[in-house]
């Protein structure tokens, strides 16, 4: 991996940040997390929250309001106040695993940052460091920008990883460490984000490149095959089982395994899973024959796995075992200055792919990139990158090759419950039409978040099963 040296700054007064909560251990353990980075000042009356946000004019403002009891009608107002008073104000709200719905929308129509449950102080630290402002002489981000940050490179056989966002360099050298050890790694991140191309990266800087390289797509598999898949079976050891079976741990040999969406697995597989970590032993379905797997395992998701663990859905054990080697892949949206270097990329593997000669780029097609927030992260990039090349005609890249959403910065609905993105368009929908499509969007997110269970989706939402499915209707969401 290269070595990269980041240009000197000169450096301002620390920014404020403004923490709302009953528990001045959280507070406590904000300050010492965040240090020097950022000037913390705790507040614990709502009724004092803008006298103090006039006088300290904070960049990031954390309200805790776990414990509400008049279903979030209040707050939400109250939020929209202050919104409306600091629209620069970065707000990250801390709520119960239950969010009322009112409040719900409010976080989704602004675009603020959503933390739910027993939060630990360390993760609302991560979140708050994220949203401070950058020490850069200029905040912003541009094209000319993006080439003159140094580059941190990690390079496998085949393929490499580059990038300049100071976040991501750290997390390289790390994994270009872990990378030859034997040991488990899990990758989080958003879809699209890159797990699946890290994971290919990490096996290729491992001594075990040489050897294959499985990827399971646990979320692409039906329940009652997950178990056969990973583990094999024998004959007879369900309806469909006409003959033997290996299953990946074996097929894999001496190579790695990447296990891609591992909170979809249920706990006896978290079980299963967890001892094959431990020992490397497993029994195929079925079978009383104990084996042993020689892979080396990635495991990945796009959710964190820790809420999981406070619903019930994931194994502590497990959890505490696949942490002690966790790389959270940053979204593209908060390492822009990667996008530049990104989409030259891409325009040179798409010339080449189609045939297609590109003799001049224009800088508004970088400044177009540069201001959409990318929920579809370095594949969706990708893909809005080889439908501009395969468009242009005459030699000239330039925003009209672009996706029309693209240009006008409309953000799409997504899958992910990840992702909390404020929506702009220039056609300027009416209030209504933003509520709906915002409302429609949580409903989506909260049943993919759920399994597509209506009474834990209803539960989690703060509303009645029959509520719910009226929504659904009245959105064209029910199959």
Not at 62 to 83: I, K, Y
Not at 189 to 205: Q, R, Y
Not at 399 to 422: M, Q, Y
């Amino acid at each position: 991996m290269s070595n990269s040296v980041l240009p000197a700054v000169k450096h301002s007064p620390p920014p404020a940040v403004l923490i709302l909560t009953p528990e001045p251990r959280l507070a406590s353990v904000l300050r010492e997390s965040l240090g020097t980075s950022a000037e913390v000042e705790l507040c614990q009356h709502l009724s004092d929250v803008r006298s103090h946000a006039a006088r300290l004019q904070p960049a990031v403002f954390l309200a805790d309001v776990r414990g509400l009891r008049d279903g979030g009608h209040a707050t939400e107002r109250w939020l929209e106040e202050l919104h409306r008073e600091h629209p620069r104000l970065q707000i990250i709200v801390l709520t119960d695993w239950f969010c009322p719905e009112p409040l719900e929308r409010r976080i989704a129509c602004a675009g603020l940052r959503h933390l739910r449950g027993n939060v630990p102080g360390e993760e609302a630290a991560e979140m708050i460091r994220e949203l401070l402002p950058q020490p850069s002489p200029s905040p912003e981000v541009s094209a000319s920008d993006a080439a003159d940050e140094a580059e941190a490179v990690l390079e496998g056989v085949t393929r490499r990883f580059e990038t300049k966002a100071p976040q991501l360099k750290r997390m390289l050298e790390d994994l270009a460490i872990a990378a030859v050890h034997d040991v488990t790694i899990l990758l989080i991140g958003e879809t699209g984000s890159g797990k699946t191309f890290l994971s290919n990266l990490i096996h290729e800087a491992s001594p075990r490149r040489n050897e294959p390289f499985l990827h399971v797509a646990c979320g692409a598999l039906p329940r009652e095959l997950i178990e056969s898949e990973l583990f094999g079976h024998v004959k007879g050891a369900f309806t469909s089982a006409h003959a033997d079976k290996d299953g990946k741990f074996v097929a894999a040999g001496r190579g790695t395994i990447l296990l891609d969406e591992i909170d979809v697995l249920g706990p006896e597989q978290q079980v299963k899973l967890l001892r094959v970590i431990e020992t490397g032993e497993f029994e195929p379905v079925g079978s009383n024959r104990t084996l042993r797997s020689q892979a080396r395992l990635v495991v990945a998701s796009n959710l964190d796995l820790q809420p999981l663990v406070e619903q019930g859905r994931f194994r502590p054990d497990l959890y505490y075992r696949l942490n002690m080697l966790k790389f959270d892949i940053p979204p593209l949206r908060q390492r822009k200055v990667d996008i530049v270097p990104l989409a030259r990329k891409f325009i040179e593997k798409f010339e080449a792919r189609h045939g297609v000669k590109i003799e001049r780029i224009e800088e508004s097609l970088f400044e177009a990139l540069l201001a959409y927030p990318w929920p579809g992260n370095v594949r969706e990039l990708e893909h809005v990158i080889q439908r501009a090349v395969i468009y242009c005609r005459g030699g000239v890249l330039t925003p009209d090759h672009l996706p029309p959403h693209i240009v006008a910065g409309n953000i799409g609905p997504t899958n992910d419950p990840s992702i909390r993105l404020a929506h702009s368009s220039r056609l300027d929908p009416t209030l209504g039409q933003q509520i709906a499509l915002t409302e429609k969007e949580i409903i989506e997110q909260a049943l993919f978040r759920n399994n597509f269970s209506r009474t834990q989706t209803a539960r989690d939402l703060g509303i009645s099963r029959v509520t719910l499915y009226n929504k659904m209707k009245k959105y064209a969401m029910l199959k």
